[in-house]
């Protein structure tokens, strides 16, 4: 397994301080040491619209002088809903992402189900509470087969363009039409393509038990092509990287459980760090930039030592 950074987290909505530009990224993540970076498909860094072919050829140039790989690219699509003047513009942006995926040299385009969104206030900072209020609201006038239905479809057309664009689509296990690991499973077989696979993050999974992430993770045998890793890091007493819960009574995703059945099962793909929520300290108040950089460096040191205990159970 490789370690990326997603650029979302970096994207000036979490912290106070601005977005790093995309050469900015890619020179952090070389300096924090991770291997790649997923580029988020929107503003400020990924939008196709903003990347003409030069900008693309740039962005490809910058990452290659770095020694960092484009390990995907993340779409932020919502095929939920019921509007055809709503979704085909959706269908649309997802094209352009996989040219924008192509281009840049990259093979992974991740795709979401149902995808509520963000809103940006006042102080730039990202909130979800807006964002989902106002989608469960459109939601309420279709069933989830109608929803489920439709979404097979998109990505069964979409599927085809990406194949020839030599780009495969990962279905990642977010809710809330994704109820858990087997949904993505269920829908990579309805779609049947070899350009529509697997993305299953551990974060997400409807249980954190060693044996129900085992059984997940084997589930994915041979579709899983791309993963993502969260969550809160900080030392403990004896100088350790351990987990703690963002949020009180939350349990911290079972990583360990995680990498051992990713090892097992052979994959080789990345596991890309995201920081996607508001960084806050103990008193909730919103820290700076320097926060994520400490996250992503706590990240890797934690992440590395579980992959080298990986290996040295398989060997």
């Not at 400020?44 to 003409?52: A, F, I, R």
């Not at 609201?137 to 194949?163: N, S, Y």
């Not at 495969?168 to 696979?197: C, K, T, W, Y």
Request: net charge negative; with cysteine.
């Amino acid at each position: 397994m490789k370690l990326g950074l997603y650029s979302v987290s970096y994207a000036g909505i979490w912290y106070r301080g601005e977005a790093l530009s995309l050469p900015d990224l890619i020179r952090k993540a070389r300096q924090l040491g991770f291997a790649g970076i997923e580029l988020d498909g929107k503003r400020p860094h990924g939008n196709p619209m903003d990347l003409d072919a030069a900008a693309r050829r740039e962005i490809k140039r910058v990452a290659a002088g770095e020694g960092i790989e484009i390990a995907a690219v993340a779409a932020n699509n919502d095929f939920t809903t019921p509007v055809p003047d709503h979704l085909e513009p959706q269908i649309l942006m997802v094209r352009e992402q996989i040219r924008l995926t192509a281009d840049l040299g990259s093979k992974i385009l991740r795709v979401f189900l149902a995808w509520p969104g963000v809103t940006t206030r006042a102080d730039g900072l990202a909130h979800y509470d807006v964002a989902r209020r106002r989608w469960e609201e459109i939601w309420r006038d279709t069933t989830r087969l109608e929803i489920w239905q439709q979404a097979r479809a998109a990505f069964r057309e979409l599927a085809r363009f990406a194949e020839d664009q030599g780009v495969v689509l990962a279905l990642q296990n977010h809710g809330p039409v994704i109820r858990h690991h087997q949904d993505v499973i269920d829908m990579v077989r309805e779609v049947g393509s070899p350009a529509f696979m697997a993305c299953l993050d551990a974060p997400l999974m409807t249980r954190q038990e060693d044996d129900y992430m085992r059984q997940a993770c084997l589930a994915g045998r041979g579709l899983q092509v791309h993963s993502h890793a969260s969550g809160e890091f900080k030392r403990d007493a004896k100088g350790r990287v351990v987990q703690y819960p963002y949020r009180f009574g939350e349990d911290v995703p079972n990583y360990p459980a995680f990498v051992r059945a990713m090892t097992e099962i052979g994959y080789d793909g990345y596991v890309c760090f995201e920081y996607c929520h508001l960084a806050l300290n103990e008193r909730n108040e919103i820290q700076g930039r320097d926060f994520v950089d400490s996250q992503a460096a706590l990240f890797l040191e934690y992440f590395g030592e579980l992959l080298q205990q990986a290996e040295r159970a398989a060997a």
